[in-house]
């Protein structure tokens, strides 16, 4: 998962990174902007989050078209490698970011590349992009024609030296995509709240959708292919997206409270507290709380400035969950507590709260999860692609709760988080069943 960011107008590469910031709970890997300085693009960035790897004092106000990327990476290395790429197009240059994965980049550059030995989705795509920008000479027409060759989850930004802006999202709509117009700006970001948060307008594209902002800079919006099913991820709404952000037409925070409602009607427990696992379990557990009716209290805090465990790399990850929350003793000790979190993937982060709430005196814990077993891998932009990783795969709910360590578990169910959304969601980590368009190139995605 990443977050992508693109701006035409006045100062855009500080805009940019002020939309980035507004992005950084998509990535913490790296981050980059590419800005267009004359005819050439020029690049800011690095590892580390925005403020680490980007000098904003080295940003120029003058420059009128910028695009930029923060990574969390679901392909390719971990920690050597950030976007945007910048690639020749016969003279013209492209700076290209995206965030998704394209699952056929293997055949693509087989068979559209000329057997080009390119072991990144990124670097593929952006080949590709440049290949059909020379045969088409736009980013427009070059869009369309990527929509027939690529096959995955994708929400792409790209700006030429020609001083064109574009952003797309796949047919299946899988990341989100949002954008704003106005007089004299186009401004381009992940998620709808990030231009929200800068005064910016929100609208969302839709599947297959295209923005495109021509070197005069007059903008439109098309549908560049037909659109698939619709198939938004159902983790954007359990974890990933922010709270106050709307993907096709859903407020997240929405979405995760009404799956906290659902789980607590199907619980025959009633405890004494309800206690999220912050941040992303805050939502969930307000909902399972105001339907329980029990009081709703936080007995963990994190610090606020170590980042999300588990868009981390697996070395660091591991080291910061142990570390990462201080406890609320008064409240834990004879407690009967439900604890509720968004999700469980690997286990790591729930045993380690569970031993932390019995050495603080917890009477009982029931661990409940708002979302359903995750058993399949995701090939679509989340980093739980090996499946000897995920804690319910092949395990039975008793198996898993011996592992945490909880009194009882509880998962949601897939029709109640499906339900709680409201909306056609990818959901194949909880059913694998992929969407249509990917699920025949989903066993040649692996990670390098
Ligand atoms: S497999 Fe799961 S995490 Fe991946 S896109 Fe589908 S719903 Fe999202």
């Known amino acids: 998962m990443c977050g992508i960011a693109g701006f035409l107008g006045p100062g855009a590469p500080r805009v940019v990174y002020e939309l980035l910031l507004e992005l950084q709970h998509r990535g913490h890997e790296a981050a980059g902007i590419a800005y267009l300085l004359g005819s050439r693009f020029a690049l800011e960035g690095g590892k580390g989050l925005v403020y680490e790897a980007i ?38 240059y492209l ?48 869009t369309r024609r990527l929509y027939e060759v690529l096959r995955g989850s994708f929400a792409l930004v790209a700006a030429s030296s020609r001083g064109e802006l574009l952003a797309a999202r796949d047919p299946h709509g899988i990341r989100p995509l949002a954008y704003s117009l106005g007089d004299g700006y186009a401004a381009v970001a992940s998620e709808t709240a990030a231009l929200e948060a800068l005064g910016f307008k929100p609208r969302e594209l839709g599947r297959s959708m295209m923005l495109y902002c021509d070197p005069s800079g007059h903008c439109s919006v098309e549908q560049a292919a037909p659109p698939a099913e619709q198939k938004t991820c159902i983790f954007e709404y359990i974890y990933f997206a922010r709270p106050d952000s709307v993907i096709d037409g859903v407020e997240v925070y929405r979405a995760r409270v009404e799956m906290g409602r659902r789980l607590a009607r199907i619980d025959d427990v009633t405890p004494d507290i309800v206690a999220p696992v912050p941040d992303s379990g ?13 009081p709703l209290l936080e007995v963990l805090y994190p610090s606020r400035f170590r980042g999300r465990a588990f868009i981390l790399p697996p070395g660091v990850r591991v080291e910061r969950v142990a570390k ?5 003793r008064s409240a834990v000790r004879g407690s009967r507590i439900a604890l509720v979190d968004d ?14 709430l019995r050495g603080n005196g917890a009477r009982e814990i029931h661990f409940r999860s708002a979302s359903p077993p995750i058993v399949c891998p995701c090939m679509l932009g989340i980093d739980f692609p090996r499946p000897s990783e995920l804690v319910a795969r092949g395990r039975s709910v008793e198996e898993i709760r011996r592992i945490i360590g909880s009194d009882t578990l509880l998962y949601n169910t897939v029709e109640n988080v499906r339900a709680a959304v409201g909306i ?25």
Do not use: M
């Open 424 to 448: 056609g969601v990818c959901d194949a980590c909880f059913t694998c069943r992929y969407p249509r368009l990917v699920e025949r190139y989903v066993s040649e995605f692996t990670r390098d």
């Open 324 to 328: 990462k929350y201080g406890i609320l």
């Open 55 to 92: 000098g904003v004092h080295r940003l120029p106000a003058s420059a009128g078209l910028a695009v930029g990327h923060v990574r969390y990476s679901t392909s390719g290395p971990y920690g050597r490698l950030y976007q945007p790429l910048i690639v020749d197009a016969g003279g013209v």
């Open 343 to 356: 999700s469980i993937v690997r286990g790591s982060t729930a045993s380690r709260i569970v031993a932390l």
């Open 95 to 142: 700076a290209v970011a995206f965030n998704g994965n394209i699952v056929n980049y293997r055949s693509v550059a087989r068979e559209h590349l000329g057997g080009l030995r390119l072991d990144w989705d990124a670097w593929v795509l952006a080949a590709l992009l440049a290949r059909l920008y020379g045969e088409e000479g736009s980013l427009a027409d070059a």
């Open 282 to 294: 805050r939502a969930a557990a307000s909902g399972y709380a105001l339907e329980k009716g029990r």
